[in-house]
């Protein structure tokens, strides 16, 4: 019998009305905001109604925001969980378990970096005249190469980045995970001279489906955190063509004409976007 | 057979072209940072080179970086603490009293990751500016204890969860409190996992650039803001600089490493059983 007791109460209430308040003050003062007129210059704006949100479907840099974020979350989230499965099983299949430890250990490590640092470790690396990464490029075939300045390969060259953090992270939680299966299947499909690859295509991932859709729902979530990278790598060049949806708002309220309200009424769109999509998804996770 | 052994080898050739590039590109700025110019900035990359200590000298005797540094310590301390001091008893209600609401308050928790940091900071960077708080620690603190308090409680509960609860039991029998149970019972036996947890706060506000980029402008700017302005300079680039204060930002969290990969050990260890 549970008696009554005062500790859930006083355990949980002081949090939850602290994170309500950060959470709900700021998200109705976006909506706010966005329903306004004001800019950076002028703190006093007056209320224009959905005016922002309907320029905004006629803002062709916010239809291109919106296909470049787009783009960026179907391409790091896919490339993640490849890499992942695919190290992860290349670590339960190949290393020995000392082996395992120091390479999880090492795995670890560009996730645990600052994005800010990792970003530009690698626009460092992919510096065309002094890159470490471009080098072998320029000493084979004497020119240098610009992967950061060319349209073409400018977004895939950041997503390789998010790539290298979380694909090597995920792959040590790919290499738990086949870590817990049993290992009777395993052994009756070896019985059956099943190959390799066949006992993880029909057996091993089938039988982490769960767990992968979560890990996909995460990285689909972290991915929407490409700022920092996009940022420091390329401020959304050359031209336009790596400016996803955040870095235009913050572009669009801060550099250059300091409209929050414009801003805002974008950030209130991705929240409601994302809202939707995440809760819907979630719902059919559990 | 020896197909099977040549994929043997290849998987591991795979796995240590992995494991290069996981270390190589910042052993690489790590050496670097200990670069002259002249060292850095060549034809072919140098592996061979005189070391200097220049470059650390310079950013640790510029004020902004040690200011960045100051600000940085002080905001991810605070939050983290409030984080932890709230977070920790608030993850235990919920892991051991589950009432109807439970579920929706674990997911309540979970959706505040869902939300843009976009579509906060700039909100709050009105509500600051409005209050005159604006670019103050203050501020910054308040603003990161939102993410350290969410964080610290979504990843508790399972923590807490894996206390066994035939432990609280006997204690409940010998006539402990509530309270004395969750301080001297529950604490202790989740304490490694709490710390996973705690440093993984810790490492997620350090390492924060797109809400702290909003919210400061001088006073209190963090790290992560100082080192991108530095990267941000023009044609004539310090590199060996540059790279010296991308170390220094990637030191703290990569003191975490260990701690970090316990947690995920003990997450994935206790489920098996």
């Not at chain 1, 062709?60 to 783009?71: D, H, Y």
């Not at chain 1, 979530?221 to 920092?228: C, G, K």
């Not at chain 1, 414009?262 to 996770?285: D, E, G, N, P, Q």
């Not at chain 2, 709230?86 to 009432?99: D, E, S, V």
């Amino acid at each position: 019998m549970k008696q009554k007791n005062s500790l859930p109460a006083i355990f949980l209430t002081p949090a939850m009305m602290i994170l309500a308040v950060l959470a709900l003050v700021p998200t109705v003062y976006a909506i706010y905001i966005s329903l306004q007129n004001r800019e950076l210059s002028r703190p006093d704006g007056d209320f224009v109604g959905l005016a922002n949100y309907i320029d905004l479907f006629s803002d062709r840099r916010f239809i291109n925001a919106i296909g470049v974020s787009l783009t960026w979350e179907a391409v790091t989230v896919g490339m993640t969980l490849i890499v992942a499965v695919g190290l992860g099983i290349l670590l339960f299949e190949c290393a020995s378990p000392r082996m395992r430890n120091i390479l999880a250990l090492l795995f670890l490590m560009p996730v645990i970096l600052p994005r800010v640092s990792a970003a530009f470790v690698w626009k460092f690396a992919f510096h065309p005249l002094y890159g470490i990464a471009t080098y072998p490029y320029k000493a084979i075939t004497g020119q240098p190469l610009d992967l950061l300045s060319n349209p073409a390969t400018a977004l895939a060259t950041v997503a390789l980045v998010d790539v290298w953090q979380w694909g090597l992270f995920f792959s040590v939680i790919v290499l738990k995970l086949l870590q817990t299966l049993p290992p009777q299947p395993f052994e009756a499909a070896r019985l059956d001279h099943a190959r390799t690859w066949e006992t993880y295509t029909h057996i091993a991932i089938p039988m982490l489906k769960a767990p992968l859709i979560s890990l996909a729902f995460v990285k689909m979530i972290e991915s929407l955190r490409a700022f920092d990278l996009i940022y420091v790598m390329t401020r959304g060049g050359p031209g336009i063509t790596t400016e996803t949806l955040d870095m235009y708002a913050f572009s669009q309220g801060f550099i250059e004409s300091g409209r929050i309200s414009y801003a805002s009424s974008m950030a209130v769109l991705m929240m409601i976007a994302t809202s939707i999509v995440f809760t819907f998804i979630w719902k059919r996770v559990q | 057979m020896s197909a099977r052994k040549l994929g043997r080898l290849v998987g591991r050739i795979l796995l240590l072209v992995a494991a290069f590039s996981a270390v190589f590109p910042v052993f690489w700025t790590l050496l670097n940072a200990f670069k002259n110019r002249v060292d850095i900035v060549t034809p072919t990359p140098l592996f061979i080179f005189t070391p200097t200590l220049d470059n650390f000298a310079y950013v640790l005797g510029r004020e902004s970086v040690f200011a960045g540094l100051i600000n940085s310590l002080i905001i991810s301390g605070a939050s983290v603490l409030i984080g932890a001091l709230l977070g920790l008893p608030a993850a235990y209600a919920i892991a051991r009293y589950p009432n109807r609401w439970s579920r929706d308050v674990q997911f309540f928790v979970l959706s505040l990751r869902f939300l843009p940091p976009v579509a906060i900071a700039i909100p709050l960077m009105v509500i600051w500016l409005d209050f005159g708080l604006y670019d103050t620690r203050l501020s910054m603190i308040v603003t990161y204890t939102l993410l350290t308090l969410a964080t610290v409680i979504w990843l508790s509960v399972p923590a807490f969860a894996r206390v066994p609860k035939e432990v609280e039991e006997a204690a409940r029998v010998d006539g402990y409190g509530p309270y004395a149970i969750f301080f001297l019972i529950a604490l202790p036996i989740a304490l490694r996992s709490l710390i996973g947890a705690v440093a993984f706060a810790f490492v997620l506000v350090w390492n924060e650039f797109l809400i702290a980029l909003m919210l400061t402008t001088s006073d209190a700017k963090t790290l992560p803001i100082v080192a991108s302005e530095l990267t941000q300079l023009g044609r004539d680039v310090p590199w060996g600089i540059l790279n010296a204060s991308v170390v220094l930002l990637s030191i703290p969290p990569l003191l975490f490493i260990g701690v970090l990969s316990g947690m995920l050990n003990s997450a994935f260890k206790r489920k098996t059983s």
